[in-house]
């Protein structure tokens, strides 16, 4: 057979796997419909504004041996979606976390909800790690801590460029997106396992290292510091708690409705089936009867 003929047959019956290439097309592109937002206008500092800058509508927070840094928004929120483009620190970065979330812990504490994109620092040679979780009513308070965690690695290198990250939350349902590729759905079973208060939008920099990295082998070196953390395009659209003002949720499908359509479905089966390591509902070591809607 001429080396053509053999190219044929291993193209025909060989196809290449869609990692190489990214995930199949959503089909629909939430971020394209939502204005970017001033940060300033929308956010200020939480905590360490000494490691923090903005410049040109761009964020860079960062952590060293003395503090890290962290941002909120102005106002609470009923629902929502609110997104950021983020680029990671490449290189050794074990016991940091770069992290975009909701919270009320401040208003609710003991007995908060929240909703985390979390990045999980790494070595030199391994992957970053994108957890996603989500707490109600006091599950992640003290001892009580109850995780509904999903990690996976990412098709891309989350140091090399920016990627938009968003997370939509509505009295449905929450759906997690990279690149508007929803990777996680978590929809309201009961109003028990699901978090239905106001919450304030936060990123943050820290040293987690008890934990963060391979449950806390790894720990942050701080020869390797500052660790930076850098967000633009802000995006937010959400129903502002305590007002009058009619809103109407923001939904993660094209048709408007709850859920995702089909084809966003298959992307986000296709991500999950090839990059997701880890998912609570599935832990043999989990107690069920904590987490019912699995």
């Known amino acids: 057979m001429s080396t053509i003929v053999i190219l044929l047959f291993f193209i025909l019956f060989f196809p290449l796997r869609n990692n190489a290439q990214g995930p199949p097309s959503p089909g629909y592109y939430p971020t394209s419909k939502i204005g970017s937002i001033e940060f300033d206008q929308f956010y200020t500092n939480r905590w ?5 800058a903005l410049h040109k509508g761009a964020l860079t927070i960062w952590l060293d041996k003395t503090s890290g840094s962290g941002f909120k928004s102005r106002n609470s929120y009923s629902s929502g979606y609110f997104g950021s483009a983020i ?3 490449p290189g050794y970065t074990a016991g940091v976390i770069t992290s975009f979330y909701l919270s009320n812990n401040e208003d609710l504490p003991g007995d908060h909800d929240e909703i985390d994109i979390e990045f999980l620092g790494t070595t030199e040679d391994k992957p970053y790690v994108l957890q996603t979780n989500v707490y ?10 109850v995780g509904r965690e999903m990690r996976l690695h990412l098709w891309f290198d989350p140091s090399v460029d920016f990627h938009d990250y968003g997370i939509l939350w509505n009295p449905d349902e929450i759906i997690f997106l990279v690149d508007d590729v929803p990777i996680r759905r978590y929809p309201r079973k009961t109003n028990a396992t699901f978090p239905l208060r106001p919450m304030y939008v936060y990123g943050s920099i820290w040293d987690a290292s008890s934990w963060a990295t391979e449950n806390g082998k790894y720990k942050a070196d701080y020869t390797f510091q500052p660790f930076v953390g850098e967000y633009k395009n802000f995006k937010m659209r959400g129903c502002e708690a305590n007002t009058t003002v009619s809103c109407r949720p923001v939904t993660a499908s094209p048709s408007g409705s709850k859920g995702l359509s089909d084809q966003q479905y298959s992307a986000m089966a296709w991500v999950q089936n090839n990059y997701m390591f880890y998912d609570y509902c599935q832990d043999p070591l989990g107690n069920i009867k904590l987490t019912p809607e699995c």
């Open 136 to 145: 109600m009513k006091g599950s992640g308070d003290g001892d009580n801590i």
């Open 48 to 52: 360490g504004p000494q490691h923090q």
């Open 87 to 89: 680029k990671l620190q």
